[in-house]
Every structure is written in structure tokens, then in C-alpha cells.
């Protein structure tokens, strides 16, 4: 008799409760096997190696598109209205108060009326495309960019030079801009020194509308944290855009921010409430809807092929299993005949294959969320080793590769890999159970 076999000597009878404690013994003795004693060890340790990379590969991917997707949110939204208000033009002496009103609304944030406009800058060194937004110097100060709020900071965004006291001060506004820092670059000006705006819109004369020009002090440099934002954003007072760009004095619309940007239904419905007839409401996501859009597909198109290659690593159990049931014929054969049932022989080859996809989804979860975790040194290493700039601002408009853990995401992989595990050992141990030992024993 083989060892393996004499090890089943002390086996249960049929009564014993299933899992028991001789299931969990046999199944991992023949895990450990070695090669001459029948043992697929080999093909275990690639099973499991497999498992625990495509479970690492999925966390990391998928925490690296939640990154990304909170990332360019939190910074559009940093520049851009959650919800945009526009009064009828026959109303418009209503948005000032109107967006009084609206601020003081539970989940709300800040609301101020905004003009804008296009411009060309030019600093006698260069010329640049710039769009310019019109805002009241106190709506200014409460923007996330400005105070900091809302993980602004952490983003990546916020005044990188400069400041706002100056912002809105003087005749009509003043003469003071907020300028996005990729553009202050391009032109070769900082804090303090003076660019010219020039309007296509300005004034309408007997021979048509004439281009307007006027020069401005740069009060400090905005860093949106979005290469393509910071290369043509300009905040202008509200009094001295509507002039420049000869655009109603109360604005445009009203630029709403809310606490909750993913969910703005309750304040939308309470604004319609309040809003003269007329009045057109909407989200940042129906401006924005083609890139929302592309988001959200994105995101399931990559969690379902990834998901397929957790199933295709734990395809792997399926060989493992069966190359054990075929080497420990002879002994599941003696286990039957000393009592033991199908249901308990089905058990042990079901615990062997599933305590191989069950360490494996750990590991794999541990080594994603170590590679989450460190996600900027990785980053830096890889950089470092190819020599090149793996991820290029100029590129991918972000300067870092952003990763953020969703612990339902987590849930759903680890769930994920310990069911496709699961599922993977249940044909091998059926056709262990199935064994006659009779017709196993009959050439021994």
C-alpha cells in the first residue's frame, strides 16, 4: 500500500460531518505531494501564481481608471458649474438674486452669475488662445481651486502664485486676472507683469464691430491640475468681462457648485422650483455628456475583460485537478472501500482546487493593493528603468498616474476570483466521486 494510502487508514467512516477535519488533512497531503508520490505541485504553484496575478492586475487597473475618473471630475469640476441656470434674457435683471437665493439652498455650495469669452493674449513674447470666464470677486473666493476644499489640494490643483485680494478691485472691476499656469509659461510672464487681451467681440461702429484690446495685471497663476485647462483658463471680474466682451451685466448664467456632484437631481429640482418660467436647467454631466459617456463605458468594458481573465487564470484549477484525480485513483479507490462516501471524496479533490484559487485571490489582493498603494514609485521605477516618461502630461493631460482604491471594487474581485476558483473544481471532483473502486482496484 502507498504511503498516501496508508495515511487514509485513519479515515472517518461515512457518518463523519462533511468538511471535516480528515477532508481538509488529505486534500492539502496531496497539494503537497511530490511528483513520484503522484503530486501536481508544479501546476498547482502555476495556478496559483496565475490566479493571484490576474486578481493584482484587476484591483490595480481598476483602481487606476477610478483615478482617473475622480481625478479629471474633481479638476473639470474645480473650473466648470455642477449645474448651469439661465434665465430667460427678458429676466435677466433676476439672476443676481436669483443665484442669492439659490446659494442659500441645502447642498449648495456656491452660485454666482458668469460671463465668458474668448480672447487672444499676447505678452510681446508670444500670443495664446485664452477662455476667459467673468465671475464676482466673492464666488471667486469660494471656488475649491481657490480654498483648498474638497481634496482640491491633493488633486494637483490651486494658486501656484499670487493671490486674490487685488481680484475685482478698481473701475469696473479693475484691471487684475486669474491666469492658468501652462499659459503663463507659453507667454513668459508671472505674478505682476501685464498682457494684452484682444476681443473680436467689441465695439459696433458704422463700419461694423471693431476688434477691443486692453491691458491686464496677472494677479496669480491658477494650477487646474489639467494640462489642456491650465493652458487657456482666465478669471476676469464679472463687471469687467460683461464690458470687454460686451456681455449682459448680470451674466450669462448662474454657475451652481453642490456638495455632491454625482447625485444633482435634489438640487436641480429645487432651483426649478424657484426659477422664473423659462428658465433652462442642466447638469455638468448633459454638458459634458459624450465625455461622461465614454467614461462609463470604459470603465465596464475594462472590469469585463479583465473579469475574463481571472476566469481564464483559474481555468488552470481544471488541469491541476484532474492530473491529481487521474494520479490518486488508487486511493480514492481504497477510501471508498473503507466507507467513505462519493460526497466525501468529491469534497476532498473540491477543497484542494479552491484552497489553491482561494490563496491565490489573497495574494493577489495583497499584491494589488501593495501596487496601488505605491503606484507613484512604481511609476518613477518603470520611468527610470526604460528611460523614458511613461506617462507624459503632454499626453494624458495629468501629471501623475492616479489610482484611488474603491473598496467595492475590491469586494467585487475577490469575490469574483474566490467564485471562478469555485466553479473550476467542480467537474474534477465530480468525476472524483464518481470513481468505481471496483473497476480502479481491478489491475492493482
Given at each position: 500500500m502507498s504511503s498516501d494510502a496508508a495515511a487514509t487508514e485513519a479515515a472517518p467512516q461515512s457518518g463523519a460531518a462533511p468538511f471535516s477535519r480528515y477532508e481538509f488533512l488529505l486534500a492539502f497531503k496531496y497539494l503537497r505531494a511530490r511528483r513520484k508520490h503522484g503530486g501536481v505541485t508544479l501546476i498547482s504553484v502555476i495556478s496559483f501564481v496565475g490566479i493571484m496575478l490576474a486578481v493584482a492586475v484587476l484591483i490595480t487597473v481598476m483602481s487606476v481608471m477610478n483615478g482617473f475618473r475622480h481625478e479629471l471630475l474633481t479638476r473639470l469640476l474645480g473650473v466648470q458649474p455642477h449645474v448651469y441656470v439661465m434665465v430667460p434674457a427678458d429676466q435677466g435683471e433676476l439672476s443676481r438674486t436669483l443665484a442669492d437665493r439659490i446659494r442659500a439652498l441645502d447642498g449648495v455650495r456656491q452660485a454666482g452669475p458668469v460671463a465668458t469669452g474668448q480672447a487672444l493674449v499676447t505678452s510681446g513674447r508670444s500670443a495664446a488662445f485664452a477662455s476667459v470666464s467673468g465671475v464676482r470677486p466673492e464666488d471667486l473666493a469660494r471656488f475649491d481651486l481657490i480654498t483648498g476644499a474638497h481634496g482640491a489640494d491633493d488633486a494637483g490643483g490651486g494658486l501656484a502664485a499670487g493671490s486674490i485680494d487685488r481680484f475685482g478691485e478698481g473701475r469696473n472691476g479693475g484691471d487684475v486676472i486669474i491666469m492658468g499656469t501652462v499659459m503663463a509659461n507659453q507667454l513668459g510672464v508671472g505674478v505682476g507683469d501685464q498682457v494684452t487681451l484682444v476681443s473680436p467681440q467689441g465695439a459696433t461702429t458704422a463700419l461694423g464691430m471693431t476688434p477691443r484690446s486692453k491691458r491686464y495685471t496677472i494677479g496669480g497663476l491658477l494650477s487646474v491640475g489639467v494640462q489642456d485647462l491650465d493652458q487657456v483658463l482666465i478669471y476676469m471680474p464679472l463687471d469687467q468681462a460683461s464690458l470687454f466682451f460686451n456681455k449682459p451685466a448680470q451674466g450669462e448664467y448662474i454657475d451652481v457648485r453642490i456638495a455632491n456632484p454625482d447625485a444633482p437631481e435634489p438640487v436641480m429640482e429645487q432651483i426649478r422650483a424657484m426659477a422664473p418660467q423659462g428658465a433652462v436647467i442642466f447638469d455638468w454631466r448633459r454638458q459634458n455628456q459624450a465625455f461622461w459617456?465614454?467614461?462609463?463605458?470604459?470603465?465596464?468594458?475594462?472590469?469585463?475583460?479583465?473579469?475574463?481573465?481571472?476566469?481564464?487564470?483559474?481555468?488552470?484549477?481544471?488541469?491541476?485537478?484532474?492530473?491529481?484525480?487521474?494520479?490518486?485513483?488508487?486511493?480514492?479507490?481504497?477510501?471508498?472501500?473503507?466507507?467513505?462516501?462519493?460526497?466525501?471524496?468529491?469534497?476532498?479533490?473540491?477543497?484542494?482546487?479552491?484552497?489553491?484559487?482561494?490563496?491565490?485571490?489573497?495574494?493577489?489582493?495583497?499584491?494589488?493593493?501593495?501596487?496601488?498603494?505605491?503606484?507613484?514609485?512604481?511609476?518613477?521605477?518603470?520611468?527610470?528603468?526604460?528611460?523614458?516618461?511613461?506617462?507624459?502630461?503632454?499626453?494624458?493631460?495629468?501629471?501623475?498616474?492616479?489610482?484611488?482604491?474603491?473598496?467595492?471594487?475590491?469586494?467585487?474581485?475577490?469575490?469574483?476570483?474566490?467564485?471562478?476558483?469555485?466553479?473550476?473544481?467542480?467537474?474534477?471532483?465530480?468525476?472524483?466521486?464518481?470513481?468505481?473502486?471496483?473497476?480502479?482496484?481491478?489491475?492493482?
Amino acid at each position: 500500500m502507498s504511503s498516501d494510502a496508508a495515511a487514509t487508514e485513519a479515515a472517518p467512516q461515512s457518518g463523519a460531518a462533511p468538511f471535516s477535519r480528515y477532508e481538509f488533512l488529505l486534500a492539502f497531503k496531496y497539494l503537497r505531494a511530490r511528483r513520484k508520490h503522484g503530486g501536481v505541485t508544479l501546476i498547482s504553484v502555476i495556478s496559483f501564481v496565475g490566479i493571484m496575478l490576474a486578481v493584482a492586475v484587476l484591483i490595480t487597473v481598476m483602481s487606476v481608471m477610478n483615478g482617473f475618473r475622480h481625478e479629471l471630475l474633481t479638476r473639470l469640476l474645480g473650473v466648470q458649474p455642477h449645474v448651469y441656470v439661465m434665465v430667460p434674457a427678458d429676466q435677466g435683471e433676476l439672476s443676481r438674486t436669483l443665484a442669492d437665493r439659490i446659494r442659500a439652498l441645502d447642498g449648495v455650495r456656491q452660485a454666482g452669475p458668469v460671463a465668458t469669452g474668448q480672447a487672444l493674449v499676447t505678452s510681446g513674447r508670444s500670443a495664446a488662445f485664452a477662455s476667459v470666464s467673468g465671475v464676482r470677486p466673492e464666488d471667486l473666493a469660494r471656488f475649491d481651486l481657490i480654498t483648498g476644499a474638497h481634496g482640491a489640494d491633493d488633486a494637483g490643483g490651486g494658486l501656484a502664485a499670487g493671490s486674490i485680494d487685488r481680484f475685482g478691485e478698481g473701475r469696473n472691476g479693475g484691471d487684475v486676472i486669474i491666469m492658468g499656469t501652462v499659459m503663463a509659461n507659453q507667454l513668459g510672464v508671472g505674478v505682476g507683469d501685464q498682457v494684452t487681451l484682444v476681443s473680436p467681440q467689441g465695439a459696433t461702429t458704422a463700419l461694423g464691430m471693431t476688434p477691443r484690446s486692453k491691458r491686464y495685471t496677472i494677479g496669480g497663476l491658477l494650477s487646474v491640475g489639467v494640462q489642456d485647462l491650465d493652458q487657456v483658463l482666465i478669471y476676469m471680474p464679472l463687471d469687467q468681462a460683461s464690458l470687454f466682451f460686451n456681455k449682459p451685466a448680470q451674466g450669462e448664467y448662474i454657475d451652481v457648485r453642490i456638495a455632491n456632484p454625482d447625485a444633482p437631481e435634489p438640487v436641480m429640482e429645487q432651483i426649478r422650483a424657484m426659477a422664473p418660467q423659462g428658465a433652462v436647467i442642466f447638469d455638468w454631466r448633459r454638458q459634458n455628456q459624450a465625455f461622461w459617456n465614454a467614461l462609463q463605458v470604459e470603465r465596464v468594458a475594462m472590469r469585463l475583460i479583465l473579469s475574463a481573465i481571472v476566469l481564464i487564470a483559474a481555468m488552470n484549477i481544471i488541469s491541476g485537478l484532474v492530473m491529481l484525480v487521474k494520479n490518486k485513483t488508487k486511493d480514492i479507490a481504497i477510501l471508498r472501500t473503507m466507507g467513505a462516501s462519493q460526497g466525501a471524496v468529491m469534497r476532498i479533490f473540491l477543497i484542494a482546487g479552491a484552497a489553491v484559487g482561494v490563496l491565490g485571490t489573497l495574494a493577489g489582493i495583497a499584491l494589488g493593493l501593495l501596487a496601488v498603494i505605491g503606484i507613484g514609485p512604481l511609476q518613477d521605477f518603470v520611468s527610470w528603468v526604460s528611460g523614458v516618461n511613461v506617462f507624459d502630461p503632454s499626453v494624458y493631460s495629468l501629471y501623475r498616474l492616479p489610482a484611488r482604491l474603491d473598496w467595492g471594487e475590491v469586494a467585487f474581485v475577490s469575490f469574483w476570483g474566490f467564485f471562478t476558483s469555485l466553479i473550476a473544481t467542480l467537474a474534477p471532483s465530480w468525476r472524483a466521486g464518481r470513481i468505481d473502486p471496483v473497476e480502479a482496484l481491478r489491475y492493482e
